[in-house]
């Protein structure tokens, strides 16, 4: 399988909606939330577009608080963390501020704990440091963050990520499998994966492997069959 990456549907929407928070009217409305099920290319897309940009990557865990949330920051920003928690935050103001430098955080929903009080300090710098802040979660965590209204009302733009269309599917069969596929075939990989990424990937790697095995070219869902 080749490895490349392939613009879908679920990427020129997140792309559009983090074009509109850079260049948003509200300096102070910096965030933008990215929800969606697993599988659906969430943390494909979004590390993606974080590498191409420059952005700074940040997994949250669960023993995230506004402390620790600000010494691995000041890691990835190349800044010694050191000092009190009102020091690290003003370097990292300082060094960050103005920089058009994106942050994402990964797997947000462990921001929340004890009133979201790690997902306030994040805001906090967000809004200081005019700095645009990607939050990424599973399909509840929209409905948890809108709890707290002086968060959300800081999210500028909202993206769910949705099972691939049957569209998307069959480019990201071309653009990946090194054998071709009939577009029954390629019907039949959206049937079997529910148009969820991950599921498309390992399909395809299945199929090439059987396609190998018996010196297929092209596969048409009949060649599959009894496999």
């Given amino acids: 399988m080749r490895m490349k990456f392939v613009k879908t549907e679920n ?20 965030m933008m939330l ?15 577009w974080a590498t191409k940009v420059g ?11 506004p402390r620790y949330f600000l010494m691995e920051l000041a890691k990835v ?31 947000a929903e462990f921001t929340l704990p004890n009133n979201a009080a790690v997902l306030e300090k994040i805001r906090d710098f967000s809004d200081r440091s005019e700095m645009t802040v990607v939050l990424v979660g599973m399909e509840r965590i929209r409905s ?4 707290y209204q002086q968060i959300f009302s800081r999210i500028a733009q909202v993206v769910e990520f949705k099972p ?3 569209v998307d599917v069959g480019h ?11 577009q029954a075939l390629k019907l039949e990989v959206h049937r079997l994966s529910g148009g969820r990424m991950r599921e498309v990937l390992n399909i395809i790697a299945t199929i090439e492997r059987i396609a190998e095995t018996n ?4 596969v048409d869902v009949a060649q599959l069959e009894g496999t």
């Avoid at 020129?12 to 409305?29: D, I, L, P, S, Y």
């Avoid at 952005?55 to 608080?65: E, G, H, P, Q, S």
């Fill in 77 to 107: 920003a190349g800044i010694e963390p050191y000092g009190t928690s009102r020091d690290l935050f003003a370097m990292l103001r300082d060094r960050l501020a103005g920089s058009l430098t994106p942050l994402v955080i990964d797997e």
């Fill in 34 to 48: 990215v929800y969606g099920l697993p599988g659906n290319g969430k943390s494909y897309v979004v590390t993606n």
């Fill in 11 to 30: 990427y020129v929407r997140f792309t559009q909606a983090a074009h509109a928070v850079e260049q948003r009217g509200a300096a102070e409305a910096g």
């Fill in 172 to 182: 990201v069969c071309d653009e990946l499998a090194e054998i071709e596929m009939t």
């Fill in 144 to 147: 948890k963050v809108a709890r």
């Fill in 215 to 218: 010196g297929f070219n092209r």
């Fill in 164 to 166: 691939a269309s049957p």
């Fill in 55 to 65: 952005a700074l990557y940040l997994r949250a865990n669960v023993d995230w608080t």
